[in-house]
C-alpha cells in the first residue's frame, strides 16, 4: 500500500506565502509526476502544478509566477511553494503521486487526505 502525506496547511493574508509538502510512503518501486490539485467549496478538483521525475513542471494559468512545484526523488517528496497569495487561491489542497508498486503492475494515482489553505484579511 502507498500513502501520502501533507504538511503546511495554514491561514495567511492576501500577499503571504506557504509551503506545502507531501511525502510518498509505503510499497514503492517508481514515482512517475507528481504534484498538487485543489479544490475550493462548490467547485471542482483542479490541477494547480504538478512535475515527473525528470524536473519538467506544469503550472495551472492562475498560479503561473506566483506558485513553485519542486520535488525531492530521493525522499519521494513534492513541495509547492505559494507567493503571493491571492483569497481565491483558498482551498482544500491535494497531493497526488502516480506510484508504480513493489508488487508490481501499471502505475497507479494516490491522493493525500488534503490539507486547508486558507487567504483572508
Known amino acids: 500500500q502507498v500513502q501520502l502525506v501533507e504538511s503546511g496547511a495554514g491561514a495567511v493574508q492576501p500577499g503571504g506565502s506557504l509551503r506545502l509538502s507531501c511525502t510518498a510512503s509505503?510499497?514503492?518501486?517508481?514515482?512517475?509526476?507528481m504534484g498538487w490539485y485543489r479544490q475550493a467549496p462548490g467547485k471542482e478538483r483542479e490541477l494547480v502544478a504538478d512535475?515527473?521525475?525528470?524536473?519538467?513542471?506544469n503550472y495551472a494559468a492562475s498560479v503561473k509566477g506566483r506558485f513553485t512545484v519542486s520535488r525531492d526523488n530521493a525522499k519521494n517528496t513534492v513541495y509547492l511553494q505559494m507567493n503571493s497569495l491571492k483569497p481565491e487561491d483558498t482551498a482544500v489542497y491535494y497531493c497526488s503521486a502516480a506510484v508504480q508498486s513493489t508488487l508490481g503492475g501499471y502505475f497507479r494515482r494516490y491522493w493525500g487526505q488534503g490539507t486547508q489553505v486558507t487567504v483572508s484579511s
Open positions: 509505503g510499497s514503492i518501486a517508481s514515482i512517475n509526476v
Open positions: 512535475t515527473t521525475n525528470g524536473g519538467s513542471a
